[in-house]
Structures are given as structure tokens and as C-alpha cells.
């Protein structure tokens, strides 16, 4: 493959309205190279978003979650974790009183049909969308990862936040390239997790009487949209290669409730038509995530 050549640009942003948008054609803005699965630093690597569709009444979840934590761990800056927490299992009662279902997670649930599948399971880059290997058991989740973050990206995605520790408020500005010619429609989703929230979990291998756990730590836990669960269109007819735009989300309120400091921001590019006829409908070409502060 030939290498990717990487100019500096000078990109000004002036936050005057809450959202924002500037894109440039055919421009090269400094994004750093990352070289996800060899050393050669010239070439951009697929990530793969890996979904978590989960509930804390869900008693078989917790190996769900730990094959997550293994996959961050094993191929640490390959792929993107979100656990979704939606669907009946993630339905609050007096033991379970935490509520960790959100709007975006609803939908996303509502339309890719996880927890009617049955909990747990997951997507892959959301690929195959419309087949029945689309919801994917968390026991194949490695091996649909592997192949992937072999793949060259066909985008690449820089995310820069600021936080505002007094008023909680984010302001973030997401970059992206792509980095070949890409037809089709694509939009962007950004979106807000937290680490290490301490909460009830049901879980079925422990012994009857004591199966549920009052302090399990929750992570990669979807806590809302930046923009919207489906996204803001970045490229509507196609980009060609060093095509470049930067979507900008200013004032965003965190919750005071939320730990900003174990909050991340994640930024995804999917396929956009959604047309009966397009086999990569949803599917998701490039993820990245970065620390709220």
C-alpha cells in the first residue's frame, strides 16, 4: 500500500452556536498515524466497535462483560468497548434500583433487536446487518474481531475535548478523514460513556442466596448521545481520498453525577444508506474514543 502522506493544516473553530461545522475539500489536517497491529506507523487501522447489549437483571451477563474487558485488554487500542444497558434486563425494581437505560441506547436496542434475541450478546462493527449473523454470541466476539484491525481503515477520526470542571461542560471536536474513495452516504455518532461505576449486578454462577452482587464495577456503560443516536451526515455523495471534515459539539453538560474523569467520548463513522439493497447498511468503518479530561 502506498503511504499515506500527512500534511499540517491550521484548523480555526469558532464555537459561536452549540453545533458546528466546517469542511474542507481535499485537505490534509494533522492527524496522528496509529499503528494498531504492526510497527509500521504509516498506516491507519480499522477499529472495531464492540457492543455489549447487557442488563443488571440479566444473570448470565458477567462473562459478557468480562470477554469485553479481555478484548480491551489483549488488543488494547484496537477496538472501542460500549456496553448498552437496555431491554427488560436493564429494567429497575427495589433490588436493582440503579437506572442505567438511556434514550440512545432504547433505540439502538429497539432497532437491531439484542435484548428480543435474548441477552448476552453483542455486534461487531455492527456488520452484516439484516442477516442472521448480525447479533453475535459473546464467545465468537474475538474472532470476529481479528480479522478486522488486520484491515486497512478506510477513515481515519481524531477527537479533541476540552472540559469545564466548573460547569461540567464538554466541548469536543471531532476530526475526519477519509482515507480512500469511499462512495455512499456516512454520518458520524458521538457518543458518552463512564468506567468504574459501582452498582447491583445479578449473577447466575455464583451459589443460590448470594447471586447478587451489590458492588460489581460497570464499565464502558452508555450514558447518552452527544449528538443523536443515528448521527450528523459528514460525507452525503461520497469522499475521495484527504477529503476532510471537522464536526465541533460545544457545551455539552456532563452530569455533576457522573465521575468526569472516568467518562470517554466515543466518535463512530457508519454507512449511512440504508437502502433495502445495501449489504453494509450500519456498518461501522471507523471507531475511535478519548478521556473527557
Known sequence: MKKIIL?????????????????????????????TTTGNSSIIYRKVLVEDYTGHKCGYCPPAADTLKYLETKYHG??????????FYANINATYPTDFRTTVGTDYDTQFGNSASGNPNGLINRVGYGTGSFIKAYTSWEGYVVPMITETAKFQIKISNTFNTTTNSLN?????????VNSGTYKLVVLLTQDSIIAEQLDYSLPVGSQ?????????????????????????SGAGINDSIVKSYAN??????YNASKCHVIAYIYDADLSGSNPTAYEVLQAEEAKVK
Open 7 to 35: 500534511n499540517s493544516i491550521a484548523i480555526i473553530l469558532a464555537a459561536i452556536t452549540v453545533f458546528s461545522c466546517d469542511f474542507v475539500q481535499n485537505a490534509n489536517p494533522v492527524l496522528e498515524p496509529v499503528a
Open 78 to 87: 484496537k477496538i472501542v468497548p460500549l456496553a448498552v444497558h437496555a431491554g
Open 172 to 180: 469536543t471536536d471531532i476530526t475526519v478523514k477519509s482515507l480512500a
Open 212 to 236: 447478587t452482587i451489590t458492588n460489581y464495577e460497570f464499565n464502558h456503560l452508555l450514558r447518552g448521545a452527544i449528538n443523536s443516536a443515528w448521527g450528523d451526515a459528514v460525507f452525503t
Open 252 to 257: 455539552f453538560t456532563v452530569n455533576p453525577a
